[in-house]
Structures are given as structure tokens and as C-alpha cells.
């Protein structure tokens, strides 16, 4: 390779996609001081384009009924240790209603695979929701569905939808998902992202046997679909699952990949991820450091908090809402950035229609 790392930095930081070999090599041959260089160019192309500002988002986790069964996933279908549970039109209507109090402008509603929230059901939701309270964004994460129902839920007044690739190696995909195929997420992705939602994609680090080459190809995919948001966090294994035993990823090669995502998709929304935050008492923070600019406090229940265990030792599991409120907000400060409670829609669409 005739450039460094520094130099293959700045030509991202300028161009906004390498060549796979080269972000091989980067992620092969990064040290403390590239690193240090990675995530000030990180944090500048973020405050160029968002300034000092986090967006918070509420999330509600409504159901983990799950009938995927994906490997690294504590909610699998296959874990039958866990307590199922599926919040009622009226406890997510009350989960909204104290996140709005609190100021939050933008819902995520989020679950496992659970088809009682069939079209029908879910367009309804959506729309009591919009008719109580007009000026709040919602998003949904509730996994792989038709064009047809994603059309109906975005006509009903959804706007956005986070749909992670997980992987974009084609192999360590099928591995992971014994009930979803490579072929299909992708097309679900490519499927909102027609409709009209700003979607959000992303993926795991530190799968078992993930490698750099896998890594580069999650970046390449980044650059390819420009998704409006991006999620990565580390895999965190959870003890009821088939890889209970695996090691996991590590903060700092998820900083390195929020990095790396800052500079291809310099508008992006990145979210500060609760599993980065439950892997370091500062992940959060450190990942704005590196270029995020997002965060996602939980408003579910307490109740059913611990029920929705995607992995071990998750954090804000025993918080009241107001409190992890009040708890993200100093920790966003201390970090050097600001709070802003408003919807924070992607920068580079007007949407066709504000919902
Ligand atoms: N059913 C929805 C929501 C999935 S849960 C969907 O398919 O999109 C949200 C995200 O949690 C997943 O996309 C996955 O990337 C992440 N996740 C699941 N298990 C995890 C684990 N053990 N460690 C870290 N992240 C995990």
C-alpha cells in the first residue's frame, strides 16, 4: 500500500469511501495515534454538520415476542427461559405520553418479530399515536415485513424505520441467521428506503469469527446504501443462547466503527448504543467522542425491562424514564455536547410529506 493509514484517513475524511483493500489495511494497521487522528476527524465532520447537538429519542420496547431465532440474540425464539411479554395499545399509549411530558419528540418502537402486531394492528397504533400527539416523529424496528405492510405503516405516519443489516459478509449472515436470509433484509432495506422512510442500517461488532474483511464490507455497504441512520454496537453474548460462550466485541473496535461510519456518511444520525454504554460506564460518551450523535433512553415499563434482554447485563434495566432522562443529559454535557429534544430529522432530506 503506497499510502499510510493518516493518509487513507484524510482521503476518507475528503471522499467519503475507500477501496475494500483499504479499509482492510486501516483496520489491520490502526495504531493509538491513527486512532487518535480517526476520531478527531470523526468528531469535526459530526460538528460540521450537527454541531455540538445530541438527538435523544425515546424507545419503547414493546413486545419480545421474537419468531426469528437469531443466534446472538437473548430474545431467539429458541431461548425458552424467556418471560414473554406484549404491551397493550394503552401501556405504549402511556409510554408516550410520559415520554412527550418529558420532551421527547421522537418514538422508537421497537420489538422482536411478532406478527399479532400484524398490519392492521400496527397502522392502527400508529395512528392513535399521530392523532395524540402531531409533532412527534415515529420510527419502527420491528424487523422484516412486506412492501405492502411497510407502505400501509408508512401511510398511517411512521417516517422512519431501523432495519440493521447485522452483517454484510454473506457467509458470517447465514451463520447467524438460521430463519432470515442476506437476500431478504437487504431487499426489506432497499424496500423502505423506496417507500420514502429515512432508514437506518448497521451492524454487530465482534461477531464470532468476524474479520476485518467482514468489517470493510459492512463499510462499503454503509457507502452503498447511504442509510439516513446508522446503528453499530458490540456483540454481547448472552448466556441463554448458542454463543453464550463466544468472546463478544470491544469498545474500542466499535469506536474505530462509528469512526469509520462518521466519515462515509458525514450526515448521518449515529446512535451513542445502549450496548456500547452496558459494555464501558462511559461507551456512550466515548462513542459521541468518535463521531455519534444520537441516544436512545428507554421509556419502556420497568416492568419488562429485564424481560427484553437482547444481552447480558444490560444497562437502565432498573431506571424510571424521567431518570434516565436526567441521567443521559449530564453525562451528554459532561462529554462536551448538548441535549436537543426536538424530532432531529435527517439533514439531508426534506421529506416529501412532514409527518
Ligand atoms: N426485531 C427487530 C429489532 C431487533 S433488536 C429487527 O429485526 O430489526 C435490535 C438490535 O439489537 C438487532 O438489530 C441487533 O443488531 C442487536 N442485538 C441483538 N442481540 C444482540 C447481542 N447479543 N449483542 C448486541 N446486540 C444485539
Redesign the pocket.
Known sequence: MDETVQDLLVRLYTHHNLEKEQFVFILDHLDDESKKMLFELANKTRIEHYGRRVFMRGLIEFSNL?K?D?L????RKSNKTVDRYRLSFADILACCEEGYNLGYRTFVL????DFWFSTERMSELIRLIKKQYEDVAITL????RSYETYQAWYEAGASRY???H?TASPALYAAMHPTMTFANRRACLANLKQIGYQIGA???VGLPEQTHEDLALDLLYIAQLQPHMI?I??????HA?P?ADSK??TVDDTLVMVALARLIVPDGLLPA?T?IGSLHPRGRELALQAGANVVMPNLSPIMVREKYE???NKICTGDESAACRACIEVRISAAGYTVDMQRGDSTRITPLRFF
Open positions: 421474537c426469528q437469531c446472538y440474540c437473548g430474545i421497537q420489538s422482536g418479530e424496528s420491528v424487523g422484516e431501523l432495519l440493521r447485522e448497521g451492524f454487530m446503528g454496537g458490540p456483540f454481547i453474548p448472552h443462547t454463543l463478544g466485541g448504543t450496548a437482547l444481552y447480558e
